[in-house]
T-cell receptor, first 113, second 113 residues
């Protein structure tokens, strides 16, 4: 079955540690996105990539980094510079072109203690 | 910048009641409009979409019409079920902006038997 896989579903880290969240898709989509969701709030864009080896900052990129070495993969690193990293992180992908919807993974809930 | 505003929740209804969730947008171009649904602890699923003025998106008894003159995309369902309890997000995307989604804050709907 085609889809987007995020792992792990739950992640705990100590303050000051970097952590990398995995996102893999087998939909052959060109574009991939990372969103952050805080309780009771909407989704905010962290980074997005429209093509391999290229990515752009979203609205809240500070304290995060990404890479896009393969079409299928778009890992997100939450660095120690992120002031409030505890959140629900969602990865999505879409085909290029107009009017195309995004498909989402099941999310990773990161808790920093 | 581009933005989406939707009514705040929670919205509490009895089974078989009529549901409306208001959504309005501002955009620099001609956006595509979406409604996504999120069940507890999960990612987002596309509920319906519309790509041009006067288009009506529909799915699972939900409907929304793209109203360019009022910049709105209100979600409606004539008779809700307990299984419709979820958080609903209105969103827009612009091809000129890389198709990245801009979300409203989400509306939690609770349907009681």
């Amino acid at each position: 079955d085609g889809g987007i896989t995020q792992s792990p579903k739950y992640l705990f880290r100590k303050e000051g540690q970097n952590v990398t969240l995995s996102c893999e898709q087998n939909l052959n989509h060109d574009a991939m996105y990372w969103y952050r969701q805080d309780p009771g709030q909407g989704l905010r864009l962290i980074y997005y990539s429209q093509i391999v080896n290229d990515f752009q900052k979203g609205d809240i990129a500070e304290g995060y980094s990404v890479s896009r070495e393969k079409k299928e993969s778009f890992p997100l690193t939450v660095t120690s510079a992120q002031k409030n990293p505890t959140a629900f992180y969602l990865c999505a992908s879409s085909q290029q072109g107009t009017s195309t919807e995004a498909f989402f993974g099941q999310g990773t809930r990161l808790t920093v203690v | 910048g581009d933005s989406v505003t939707q009514m705040e929740g929670p919205v509490t209804l009895s089974e078989e009641a009529f549901l409306t969730i208001n959504c309005t947008y501002t955009a620099t171009g001609y956006p595509s409009l979406f409604w996504y649904v999120q069940y507890p602890g999960e990612g987002l699923q596309l509920l319906l979409k519309a790509t041009k003025a006067d288009d009506k998106g529909s799915n699972k008894g939900f409907e929304a019409t793209y109203r360019k003159e009022t910049t709105s995309f209100h979600l409606e369902k004539g008779s809700v079920q307990v299984s419709d309890s979820a958080v609903y997000f209105c969103a827009l995307s612009l091809a000129a902006a890389g198709n990245k989604l801009t979300f409203g804050g989400g509306t939690r709907v609770l349907v009681k038997p």
